[in-house]
C-alpha cells in the first residue's frame, strides 16, 4: 500500500513539477511585494521613465549580436537563410526559453524552423557549436567576475571564495566539452541507446545523422575559421551587451556602478539562473536572491528586488515580441504551405492531359 501512494505521489510530481514550482515562485513574488515597501519601490521605478528604451535597445543590440553569432554557425549554408527570417526565429527561441523550465526549450523551436532551411544535421550542429559558444562566454563572464572580486571593496569573502571555484570548475567544463565534442558524442549516444533497447524510430538514419553531426562539429574550425572567429566575437558581443543592461539599469536607478562591478554581477546573475533553471522563469526566487545580494553588498532593502522588477517587464517585453516572432512565422509556414497546394492542384489536370 505504502509503495503504491509513494509511485502516486512520484508521479504526480514528475507530470507536475513545473507547474508546482511555478505555483510556488509566483506565490513567493507575491509575498515580496507584500513584505517590501512597495512605495519607495515604486518610486525607484518611476525614475526610469523613458530610460527604459535603452533597456530595450540594448537588448535588441544582444540579439542581433547572437543572430550573426548563429547565422556563422551555418558553414556552406548561411546563404540559404535570410537574416530577417533567422532574427524572427531567434527572437521566438529567446521567448520560449524565457518561460519554459531549465531555459532551453527554445532551442527545440529554433531547431524546427532552421532545420526547414538547411536540413537536419546541419541544424543540429549549428545548434550545438552555437550554444557551446554562448557557455564558452558565460564562463569568461565568470572568470572576469571572479577576478573583479581582487578589484571590489565590500565583497564578503565568502561570496568571492564560491564564485572563484565555481568559475574554475565551469572553465574545466569547456575543456571537458571541447574533447567531447570532437570525440564524436552523437554517435556514441544514439549507439549505446540501441545496445540498451531502448526504442528508436529509425535508428539507421539517426545513426547517420548523427555521424554526420559528429564530422560537422569536428570540421568546422578547419574548414571555417573566418566563420568561427565571427561566431565568437559576436557572441561575445551579445554577452557584453547583456551586461551593459546590468550597468544601465543601475544607472536609472540612482546607483551607478562601475564596468568592472556589472560583470561582477552578471556573473553572481549566472550562477542564480543555474541554480534555479527549473523554475520557469525564475520568478520569486529571482528577486530575493538578488535582494540578498545586493543586501550583502551594503544596499538598501528592496533595491535587489527593484533591479529584477526592471530586468522582468524587459523580459515580459521579449517573451511578447518572441511570441509575435513564432506567429509570423507559423503564418509564413501556412502560407508556403497553401502556396504549395494551390500549385498542386493547379498541376494536376495538365498532367493529366498531358497523360492522355
Known sequence: MKTRITSTIFAFLKKHLNLILLVL????????????????IWSDLSTIGVGFVWILALWLGAVMADTVSWRYTFGAYRDRVPYHRLGLIMLAGHAINNVAPSGNLGEVVKGKFLGQLIGG???????????YMHFVWDVVILLIGASATLFLTGVPLYLSLILVVIALLMAG???????????????KTIRLLTRLRIPLKKPEALIETAERV???LREFYAKYPRDFWVCAIAKGVGRALAT??????????????????????????????????????QVGVMEKSSDMFFGAMGYRSGFGFTFELVRRARRVVQVA????A??????????????????E????????RAQG
Open 25 to 40: 515562485g509566483l506565490g513567493f513574488f507575491v509575498k515580496l511585494l507584500l513584505d517590501y515597501d512597495m512605495r519607495a
Open 173 to 187: 567544463l569547456v575543456v571537458g566539452l571541447y574533447f567531447v565534442l570532437h570525440w564524436g558524442l552523437a554517435e
Open 326 to 343: 513564432l506567429l509570423i512565422l507559423n503564418l509564413q509556414n501556412a502560407a508556403a504551405r497553401g502556396q504549395t497546394t494551390a500549385a
Open 244 to 281: 551593459a543592461e546590468i550597468w544601465a539599469i543601475c544607472l536609472l536607478l540612482g546607483k551607478p556602478i562601475s564596468v568592472i562591478m556589472a560583470f561582477f554581477i552578471m556573473s553572481i546573475s549566472q550562477l542564480l539562473f543555474w541554480l534555479f533553471a527549473m523554475v520557469p522563469s
Open 345 to 352: 492542384t493547379i498541376a494536376e489536370p495538365v498532367v493529366e
Open 321 to 324: 515580441v518572441g511570441l509575435l
Open 121 to 131: 544535421s546541419d541544424t543540429i550542429s549549428s545548434l550545438v557549436i552555437y550554444n
Open 214 to 216: 559528429d564530422h560537422n
